[in-house]
């Protein structure tokens, strides 16, 4: 899922996000001028669809931290190299949803059709049930593989000094390595075979979303200053990371379906493994629970049972007070780091995301 909050930004910040906004809609038209092939063609007209749809959350991280930094002891590249590196952190954070969307089979993002939903629109003509979910899949892992390789070119070719780029490609690296392993681990876990706690659903959580929603915009903010890495915000990372996935855990099951933007009941019948799932599983309501996760012909009424199971069993009280927690553990860390010399104004980044995390409803 990818629900995400809404940021106060300064003015400066909102200017930079309407360039970064502009240039991916130049990204997409040179997608579609130098396609090969009127399938090609077709699939960066759809795939552009979503790329104009984000909400920029990530690179909106990256530029108003990068700010906070300047004239704070530290040195800044170009402005056009920023908005670049916000450009390839859209790119990759695209790729992610592409991937995430065929491997979970869902066909709607944001309340919407999807590219694999559309791929009748790919293929310029209508399809069968069956070869639509082929086409649209291929579609989504292919146009996924582009975004991932171009947002490395956008970093690789940035004017900006050497060792300053190979730490920022060394934190593309890392990145893409953790959450490919949450990927991973998440898969597995929706397995009938497996039986994770809710220690290792949180550890798969961590990498999944938290390394690339929280730390990748931080440390390349960071790298961009080139400034140092302060004394505590792998922790900040960490726990805000925790936190944004529990939040995700609970919306994606009792949120408002037209706020969040997804089907209620797609993690029940997906089989998704999350925190509230883990934590019903060590009582007397898992039988039934069970029984009823991952079956893709669930009704209605069968998943509303699946989600009061879940109420009444105390998971979702646990896992609110869970993410609470640690989003407490975040706004500490980040009053420690603004205390540090040269990331006063930094630590009031963090601790502003930190909250615009803590109110999001959607």
Same mark, same amino acid.
């Given at each position: 899922?990818?629900?995400?909050?809404t940021?106060?930004?300064?003015?400066s910040?909102?200017s930079a996000?309407?360039?970064?906004? &502009?240039?991916?809609?130049?990204?997409?038209a040179r997608?579609?001028a130098?396609a090969?092939?009127?399938?090609?063609e077709?699939l960066?007209?759809?795939?552009?669809?979503?790329?104009?749809?984000?909400?920029?959350?990530?690179?909106a =991280?990256?530029?108003?931290?990068?700010?906070?930094?300047?004239?704070?002891?530290?040195?800044a590249?170009?402005?056009?190299? $920023?908005?670049d590196?916000?450009?390839?952190?859209?790119?990759?954070?695209?790729?992610?949803?592409?991937h995430?969307d065929v =491997?979970?089979?869902d066909?709607? $993002?944001?309340g919407?059709p999807?590219?694999?939903?559309?791929?009748?629109?790919?293929?310029?003509?209508?399809l069968g049930?069956a070869?639509h979910r082929?086409?649209?899949? &291929?579609?989504?892992?292919l146009?996924?593989?582009v975004?991932?390789?171009?947002?490395?070119?956008l970093?690789a070719?940035?004017?900006?000094?050497?060792?300053v /780029?190979? /730490?920022?490609?060394?934190v593309?690296?890392?990145?893409? #390595?953790?959450?490919v392993?949450?990927?991973?681990?998440?898969?597995?876990y929706s397995?009938?075979?497996?039986?994770?706690?809710?220690?290792?659903?949180l550890a798969?959580?961590a $990498?999944?979303t938290?390394?690339y *929603?929280v730390?990748?915009p931080l440390?390349?903010a960071?790298?961009v200053?080139?400034?140092r890495?302060p *004394?505590?915000?792998?922790e900040y990372?960490?726990s805000?990371g925790?936190?944004f996935q529990?939040?995700d855990?609970?919306?994606?099951?009792?949120g408002d379906?037209?706020?969040?933007? !997804?089907?209620p009941?797609?993690?029940i019948?997906?089989? !998704?493994?999350t &925190?509230?799932?883990a934590?019903?599983r060590a009582? #007397?309501d898992w039988p039934?629970?069970?029984?009823?996760?991952g079956r893709?012909d669930? *009704? &209605?009424?069968?998943?509303?049972?699946?989600v009061?199971?879940?109420?009444?069993?105390?998971?979702?009280?646990?896992?609110?007070?869970?993410?609470?927690?640690?989003?407490?553990?975040a706004? #500490?860390q980040?009053?420690? =780091?603004?205390?540090?010399p040269g990331?006063?104004a930094?630590?009031?980044?963090?601790?502003?995301?930190a909250?615009a995390?803590a109110?999001?409803?959607?």
């Amino acid at each position: 899922m990818d629900c995400v909050p809404t940021l106060p930004l300064p003015v400066s910040t909102e200017s930079a996000l309407a360039q970064v906004r &502009a240039r991916l809609e130049e990204y997409v038209a040179r997608c579609v001028a130098g396609a090969s092939g009127p399938e090609s063609e077709r699939l960066w007209r759809v795939a552009g669809d979503s790329l104009r749809g984000g909400k920029l959350v990530r690179p909106a =991280i990256l530029l108003v931290a990068a700010e906070a930094l300047d004239g704070e002891e530290h040195r800044a590249v170009d402005s056009g190299a $920023r908005l670049d590196l916000a450009v390839a952190v859209e790119l990759l954070h695209s790729a992610f949803l592409l991937h995430d969307d065929v =491997i979970d089979h869902d066909v709607l $993002r944001r309340g919407e059709p999807n590219l694999i939903g559309r791929a009748h629109e790919v293929a310029g003509q209508e399809l069968g049930r069956a070869s639509h979910r082929r086409l649209g899949e &291929a579609a989504g892992i292919l146009a996924a593989d582009v975004l991932l390789a171009d947002a490395h070119q956008l970093v690789a070719r940035l004017d900006v000094p050497h060792d300053v /780029r190979l /730490r920022m490609l060394d934190v593309l690296g890392e990145t893409l #390595a953790q959450s490919v392993a949450g990927e991973l681990a998440d898969v597995l876990y929706s397995l009938p075979e497996t039986s994770p706690d809710v220690e290792a659903v949180l550890a798969m959580s961590a $990498r999944k979303t938290g390394v690339y *929603t929280v730390r990748l915009p931080l440390l390349l903010a960071l790298a961009v200053a080139g400034a140092r890495v302060p *004394t505590g915000l792998e922790e900040y990372c960490t726990s805000l990371g925790l936190a944004f996935q529990l939040q995700d855990d609970v919306l994606g099951v009792f949120g408002d379906p037209e706020e969040v933007g !997804k089907d209620p009941y797609s993690d029940i019948r997906e089989g !998704k493994v999350t &925190a509230l799932v883990a934590w019903v599983r060590a009582g #007397a309501d898992w039988p039934r629970l069970a029984s009823l996760l991952g079956r893709g012909d669930l *009704t &209605a009424r069968e998943a509303q049972e699946a989600v009061d199971l879940i109420e009444s069993s105390g998971a979702r009280a646990a896992v609110e007070q869970d993410a609470a927690m640690h989003l407490a553990d975040a706004l #500490a860390q980040a009053a420690r =780091i603004g205390e540090q010399p040269g990331y006063a104004a930094f630590g009031a980044v963090l601790e502003g995301v930190a909250r615009a995390i803590a109110e999001r409803r959607s």
